[in-house]
């Protein structure tokens, strides 16, 4: 079956590391998306990617970083400097856009945690 | 700042009864989408309303939006337990960089149903 598949389901972050999350696809979409969702809260945008090679900041860019070297996958690296890691990260994916006319499929996150 | 939001913040219900939630926005929006996430997973497209059409149904879902008013209403009928989860709505909205555009989460309704 296709899908998006993010790994770990789990992860913790210790005081000054880097860290990365993992999102694959087989759906054979063009785009696919980074966001951050707190407690209660809505997502948040933290990077998209509408092709290969390449990537752009959404909204909450700073201390994380990406990369689009294959069309299945689409890694994000909570940096150290991001200083306040801890959040549920989701990965998506959609047809090219106009995207924003195209239903995103989600993964079932990542729970990223200080130790 | 978010585009979209939804109202209440959270809704019990006993199962059978209907369930209503709205959304409101700021500004134009070429479509909007509903979304359920039930707890610790991903998002799941519901359906996707163009700002041409007034009225949507998805099996026991009707998603009606007013651009006059610049809202929408998500009804969920004959509702159970299964649908338990939290909602969220999503609109369109122009990316500060590139033209592009991105999808603009509210912070969603939670809805409980109790059998």
């Known amino acids: 079956d296709g899908g998006i598949t993010q790994s770990p389901k789990y992860l913790f972050r210790k005081e000054g590391q880097n860290v990365t999350l993992s999102c694959e696809q087989n759906l054979n979409h063009d785009a696919m998306y980074w966001y951050r969702q707190d407690p209660g809260q809505g997502l948040r945008l933290i990077y998209y990617s509408q092709i290969v090679n390449d990537f752009q900041k959404g909204d909450i860019a700073e201390g994380y970083s990406v990369s689009r070297e294959k069309k299945e996958s689409f890694p994000l690296t909570v940096t150290s400097a991001q200083k306040n890691p801890t959040a549920f990260y989701l990965c998506?994916?959609?047809?090219?856009?106009?995207?924003?006319?195209?239903?995103?499929?989600f993964g079932d996150g990542t729970r990223l945690s200080i130790l | 700042s978010q585009q979209g939001e939804e109202d209440p913040q959270a809704l019990s219900i006993q199962e059978g009864e209907n369930a209503t939630m709205n959304c409101s926005y700021k500004t134009s929006i070429n479509n909007l989408q509903w979304y359920r996430q039930n707890s610790g997973r991903g998002l799941v497209h519901l359906i996707l309303?163009?700002?041409?059409?007034r009225e949507k149904h998805s099996g026991r879902l009707r998603v009606t939006l007013d651009t006059s008013k610049k809202s929408s209403s998500l009804l969920i009928t004959a509702s159970r337990a299964a649908d338990t989860a939290s909602y969220f709505c999503?609109?369109?909205?122009?990316?500060?960089?590139?033209?592009?555009?991105?999808?603009?989460f509210g912070k969603g309704t939670k809805l409980t149903v109790n059998p």
């Open positions: 998506a994916s959609s047809y090219r856009g106009p995207y924003s006319n195209q239903p995103q499929h």
């Open positions: 999503a609109t369109d909205a122009l990316v500060s960089q590139g033209g592009s555009e991105k999808l603009v």
């Open positions: 309303i163009r700002s041409n059409e």
